[in-house]
């Protein structure tokens, strides 16, 4: 029985020889031309006109929070389901996660929760927006695109831009997917994307940082290169970060960027045939792509209530386990993470839920149609089909 991974590198294209290109010319570290055209690539899959490579996607979401003025002591709004990388992320700026939870259709952050904490838990004095319960300034919101779906940013912008907010997307895990034909990642005022192994396109570890404004373009990419003042001299006005992408992880990058149309065809086909073949069963249900939305299906998820399937999400996944096969829950709310109990507060009862109910189903686009078919089969068996 072969295994059947969760989401697993897929390497198909000119991977090899961009790489061999790096070595043979020894243009091996964070400058290079593949540093320049994959940050072009991402400029343009994003249609936001500056993109700053950096290390990882955490790496870039850290510079993005410094280069929006996030300051130690601020609160900065993240979805409450999510990855904990954000969240760490905004902890790194030694700022405050608020986090808010999720909707129940497409598990996102929940906007209208967004505007109730603003219009009712805050207060706008002299332009700065304040907590009323904490004291303290409310700067940033990050919302995070989970599994590929976005989240409804026409509105999170429109409360931004109300409350003078700056918004920072977290795309990390929705390269690719579009939101009224506009590229998720180039919505907010700064896009952060992750090319981890486990992404849709993976450089090994890297991130990318976009945006429509150049001086953040600049100031991001000062900072990820220890924020050099005088590089002759060696001169730094400000504390900066080892933060910028090599040349060869580069590489890897602009082979896979020309293979992402594809990827995100392949795994929205996936997610197609999981939903032809389980929709009918009771107890399951997918997360409902919005209108106006084209999800990249990173990951797709089932949400199981238990007592109509007969089985418990938990108990799900060790059968899959048991028959080589990779699926896992959602990840632990950021309100309740113990690693974040200095967080403000808020009730996010819809996120508990799906973090109590949901699993992820193996995506990877390198997945054959026999992978996702054996998959389906040990569900409906589980299911008593
Ligand atoms: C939602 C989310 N944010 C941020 C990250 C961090 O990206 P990286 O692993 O490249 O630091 C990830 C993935 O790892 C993620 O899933």
């Known amino acids: ?121 805050c207060e706008l004095r002299d332009d700065r927006l304040f907590n009323k319960i904490s004291g303290r300034r409310v700067a940033a919101i990050v919302p995070v695109h989970i599994l590929g779906h976005p989240v409804e940013m026409t509105s999170l912008m429109k409360l931004a831009d109300e409350f003078g907010l700056i918004v920072i997307e977290d795309a990390t895990e929705s390269l690719g997917s579009t939101y009224f034909d506009r590229p998720v990642g180039g919505i907010g005022h700064m896009g952060c994307y992750s090319f981890n192994g486990n992404k849709i396109i993976t450089t090994g570890g890297g991130g990318m940082l976009v945006t429509a404004n150049e001086t953040w373009a600049k100031k991001a990419r000062y900072l990820t290169t220890q924020a050099k003042d005088d590089p002759q001299e060696y001169i730094h006005h400000e504390i900066g970060y080892n933060y910028r992408l090599t040349n060869i992880q580069a590489a890897l990058g602009c082979a896979q960027m020309e293979l992402l149309a594809g990827y995100v065809e392949r795994r929205r086909d996936i997610h197609a045939m999981y939903r032809s073949h389980l929709s009918d069963i009771s107890g399951i249900q997918f997360q409902a792509e919005a209108e106006g939305v084209r999800s990249n299906f990173w990951l797709t998820t089932i949400y199981i209530d238990r007592a109509q399937f007969g089985m418990a999400a938990r108990a799900l996944r060790q059968v899959l386990k048991d028959a080589q096969i990779e699926a896992r829950p959602l990840w632990q709310p950021a309100h309740l993470s113990p690693a974040h109990q200095d967080a403000f507060k808020l009730p996010c009862p819809v996120s508990e839920d799906l973090f109590a109910n949901c699993l992820s189903l193996p995506s990877s686009s390198s997945s054959s149609d026999q992978d996702i078919a054996r998959v389906i089969q040990v569900i409906r068996h589980a299911a008593g089909h």
């Open 1 to 121: 029985m072969t295994f059947v991974p969760l989401s697993a590198p897929h390497l198909s294209g000119n991977e090899w020889k961009y790489i061999k290109d790096c070595l043979d010319t020894g243009w091996v570290s964070s400058v290079g031309a593949y540093v320049t055209r994959f940050e072009n690539a991402l400029a343009d899959a994003s249609a936001a006109p500056h993109a700053v490579a950096t290390t990882c996607g955490t790496a870039a979401l850290h510079v993005a929070l410094l280069v929006a003025g996030v300051k130690p002591g601020d609160e900065v709004l993240v979805s409450s389901m999510t990855f904990i990388a954000p969240v760490n992320a905004i902890s790194y700026a030694n700022a405050i996660p608020v986090p808010v939870d999720a909707e129940a259709n497409h598990w996102q952050m929940d906007v209208d929760k967004v505007r109730a904490f603003l219009t009712n838990d």
